[in-house]
Nanobody, 115 residues
Framework: QVQLVESGGGLVQPGGSLRLSCSAS????????MGWYRQAPGKQRELVAT???????SYGDSVKGRFTISRDNAKNTVYLQMNSLKPEDTAVYYC?????????WGPGTQVTVSS
């Protein structure tokens, strides 16, 4: 079993930056891909970014060039650096982790981009 807790969300103005963190506990030694997804009101959950244990990354088209995912395996933590934020980035952001072919989710953290 894996437990995930996100932090770092909040209110930011358009053009601003935020850094999300997600700490994993439990059977962290065998966690594979970790990632970030988001869900805006009335919309489906969508991929933001993923990162493999060795560090291979992938991004959703809407965040390429603005967001950066990184991972510290020693700390069992994944990060999401979000720059040039837009109002359309407003959503609940969820951390995910794959362990033994099961995807685990954190409770989510709200990110609101508004002036």
């Amino acid at each position: 079993q894996v437990q995930l807790v996100e932090s770092g969300g909040g209110l930011v103005q358009p053009g601003g930056s935020l850094r999300l963190s997600c700490s994993a506990s439990g059977r962290t030694f065998a966690i594979g891909v970790m990632g970030w997804y988001r869900q805006a009101p009335g919309k489906q959950r969508e991929l933001v970014a993923t990162i493999s244990r060795p560090g291979t990354t992938s991004y959703g088209d809407s965040v390429k060039g603005r967001f950066t995912i990184s991972r510290d395996n020693a700390k069992n933590t994944v990060y999401l650096q979000m720059n040039s934020l837009k109002p359309e980035d407003t959503a609940v952001y969820y951390c995910s982790a794959v362990y033994a072919m099961v995807t685990y989710w954190g409770p989510g953290t709200q990110v609101t981009v508004s002036s």
